[in-house]
Structure formats: C-alpha cells, structure tokens
C-alpha cells in the first residue's frame, strides 16, 4: 500500500518541479517510482511503467538515468523513435554515461532500418567498450560486436 501511495496517480503532485538537487524524500521517492516501473514492465503494464518514470523525471529532469530508464520501456513497445530520443537527451546531460551509449547501440542493433542502424550500433558499442570495459554489459556488448560486424561485412561489397 505504502509503494502504491508513492507511486501512484494521487502522489504525482507532491513535490514542486524544480531543477535543484532532489531532497533525500525525493531521491526515495524515485527510486521506488523506478522500482515500480521496473515491476510494471516485468508484468507487461507498460503504459504503468512509463507513467513511474515520467513521474520520476518531473521530480528530477537533469536525471540521464531517468532518461535511460524511460527508453528502456519505450523500446518495449517497440516505440523506437521515443527510446531514441531519451538516450540522446540522456547523453545530453552525461554524454560518457555508459548505459545510455550501451542500450542505444541496443536499441541500433534492433531496429529494422538496416546497415547504417547496424553501424551505428558498432560505433556505441564500441564506445561502451572503451568507457566500461568491465561493465555490467561488457560481454553482451562484445557479442553483439562480433554478430553485428560479421552482419556488416557479409554485407558489404
């Protein structure tokens, strides 16, 4: 009951917008907004799931993890163009941060437009790579390395 209190519709209004340092209150009150988003998407409750985010990033808009977090649940629905434009606005505001250049090259790697998405998934990868060789995502990026190159090459005259 309590997490739904927090997260909930009725909770929405409980802290001003404002671009200062979230207060400790709030720093809670986002990490369960995300932890109810997670949730959400695990239950297949997108439209519940980015409601929790969007609720989040208007407590902390200069937050790149909110962004990152609200792409990941657009590309569920497979809303490309949405998940695209939060990992830029997410790079925007931390343009090293590593999940946000990890789940774009996901995002590059999945979308049916072709070779030059294919490249561009490379090109983040790769970047990962560099900035978190050790990574929580350090293996699946070096996978997809290899299956996109190999993709790419075949392709290729």
Do not use: C, K
Request: aromatic content about 10%; charged content about 25%.
């Amino acid at each position: 009951m309590f997490l739904w209190m927090l997260t909930g519709v009725q909770a929405t209004n409980l802290f001003a917008q404002s671009a200062e340092t979230p207060t400790p209150l709030q720093r809670l009150r986002i990490m369960l907004l995300v932890a109810a988003s997670r949730h959400a998407a695990d239950e297949y409750r997108y439209t519940d799931a980015l409601r929790y985010i969007e609720d989040a990033i208007r407590i902390a808009p200069d937050d790149a993890r909110l962004y990152v977090e609200r792409g990941r649940r657009w590309m569920l629905v497979y809303e490309w163009d949405r998940g695209l434009a939060d990992f830029e606005s997410a790079l925007t505001l931390a343009p090293d941060d590593p999940q946000a250049i990890f789940y774009r090259g996901l995002l590059y790697a999945s979308v049916p437009e072709g070779l030059e998405a294919r490249r561009l998934a490379v090109v983040d990868f790769t970047r990962y790579l560099e900035i978190a060789p050790d990574g929580t995502h350090a293996v699946t990026a070096v996978r997809y390395l290899e299956t996109l190159q190999a993709g790419i090459d075949a392709l290729t005259p």
